[in-house]
């Protein structure tokens, strides 16, 4: 089993890396992502240093208030193209976002049976 030094920065290194891909699919410029990243690192070492954590697998996401704002624009009859001007993202980043949000509000896709 790896140390728990080895663990925290495996952990810190796999928050950036999602902030960086998250932040490139929402069409983010290119080093925001990781400055991002190593910011919410930082925080998270300062605000929650010394203390044991735990992270039940199966947790609900909740959605963010930007993805609330796009979905019920959407919903609203809202384009793509219209959300992404709205919104300062790209065409791109607008339907992954709606993919990724639909895919955490149905759960994993289930297998066809027959």
Do not use: C, N
Request: proline share 3%; net charge neutral; aromatic share 6%.
């Amino acid at each position: 089993m790896s140390s728990m030094s080895d663990r925290r920065a495996a952990l810190y290194a796999h928050i950036i890396d999602k902030v960086i891909e998250t932040a490139a699919e929402l069409g983010l410029a290119g080093d925001l992502g990781e400055h991002l990243g190593a910011a919410i690192v930082d925080a998270i070492a300062q605000d929650f240093g010394g203390q044991v954590l735990s992270f039940p697998k199966d947790d609900a996401y909740r959605l963010s208030r930007r993805e609330q704002a796009i979905l019920a624009a959407r919903s609203q009859g809202a384009s793509i193209h219209e959300l992404a001007r709205q919104f300062g993202m790209t065409e791109r980043g607008i339907a992954k976002l709606l993919k990724r949000v639909f895919a955490r509000q149905t759960g994993p896709e289930q297998p066809r049976l027959l």
